[in-house]
């Protein structure tokens, strides 16, 4: 809202400089009037109306004044308290149907320099970055290599195609790691840090799976926005939400018993999370909250399993989709 009045004032800057100097000249007239003596006797009514006109001068500029204050107040407290919580979620969870081949594609990594988007989107972004200041660039690299050779479906990307140019670039990427028992126990036990995970915590190809770490989910940035505080994002038309899901269902069936692990570095993800019913007594090894859910165990009341109702079903309706390099 401040922006858009921003950018009207500066179409309106002759208008509005006009009145400005409409109503200084107003103010000027008055006050001579007021100290003239011959207006005074001869023309009162010269005085009075002036006077009238100057009293609805400072009525505009209350007014003003009051509207600017309103402005800053509304726009500090949308800043700093997002709406609530379970409506953000609700719409978060929204997603579309199954996104036309020509314009969008999930896409999983099948080879190391397919990481790049995942190591480069990481960097760039300031939570995860300042979550692990000397995880970048090569050293980042390595972890995802290192990953990517214990488990290549931890890594799916979102492709979008450019219009004008009919380029597929990434605009989004997900890793999501299976865990064996022990990786389970090692992480919720604060034995180690999720960068430790080894051979030993992360099930391999063909060994089944019930617990899944969210270790990432980056929608690439574009930009800051004038009026607030945060990044903007590429376009995605909400197939970046279902990014998520897509991916969950490449190890999961949406019915079976699961445990969700998410170690969050955005406070708003981390929200999105406790609102879904996500336990938060844990800590790594680094004592980072590591928030905890297992599905349908946890699911307290109507509320929470209508949530996680909306998941299942996301998940089931995304089995179906196209992810090249995995299913056609």
Not at 36 to 56: K, P, S, Y
Not at 97 to 106: I, M
Not at 250 to 278: K, M, N, P, Y
Request: hydrophobic share 45%; proline share 6%; with cysteine.
């Amino acid at each position: 809202m401040v922006a858009r009045l921003i950018r009207w004032a500066r179409r309106k800057w002759h208008e509005l400089r006009a009145i400005g100097l409409l109503l200084a000249l107003l103010v000027i007239l008055d006050a001579l009037a007021q100290s003239n003596e011959w207006i005074e006797t001869h023309a009162q009514w010269i005085a009075h109306d002036l006077g009238h006109g100057v009293h609805l001068v400072h009525v505009f500029e209350a007014l003003l004044a009051f509207a600017a204050v309103a402005i800053i107040v509304i726009f500090y407290v949308t800043k700093r308290k997002p709406p609530p919580g379970p409506l953000g979620l609700l719409h978060f969870l929204l997603i579309p149907d199954a996104p036309d081949p020509g314009w969008f594609k999930f896409r999983m990594a099948q080879a190391e320099a397919n990481l790049e988007p995942f190591v480069t989107f990481s960097d760039a972004e300031a939570d995860i970055a300042n979550r692990h200041p000397d995880l970048s660039g090569d050293e980042r690299w390595k972890l995802y290599s290192d990953w990517f050779r214990m488990r290549p479906q931890s890594f799916v990307l979102l492709d979008r195609r450019d219009p004008k140019s009919g380029i597929w670039e990434p605009i989004a990427v997900s890793i999501v790691l299976p865990l064996t028992s022990l990786g389970h126990d090692d992480l919720c036990n604060g034995t180690i840090r999720v960068l430790e995970l080894s051979d030993r915590h992360v099930a391999p190809l063909g060994a089944p799976s019930s617990v899944f770490l969210i270790d990432t989910w980056i929608v690439k940035a574009k930009g800051r926005a004038k009026d607030i505080d945060k990044p903007l994002r590429e376009p995605h038309r909400k197939y970046a939400r279902a990014l998520l899901f897509v991916h969950l269902g490449v190890f999961w069936d949406s019915t079976t018993r699961a445990i969700f692990l998410v170690e969050a570095d955005s406070q708003h993800i981390r929200e999105i999370c406790g609102h879904l019913g996500f336990d938060e007594s844990r800590r790594t090894k680094d004592n980072e909250v590591l928030q905890r859910l297992c599905y349908p165990d946890h699911l307290r009341n109507d509320e929470m399993r209508h949530r996680l109702k909306i998941i299942e079903d996301n998940v089931a309706k995304t089995q179906v989709w196209s992810i090249v390099g995995f299913r056609p």
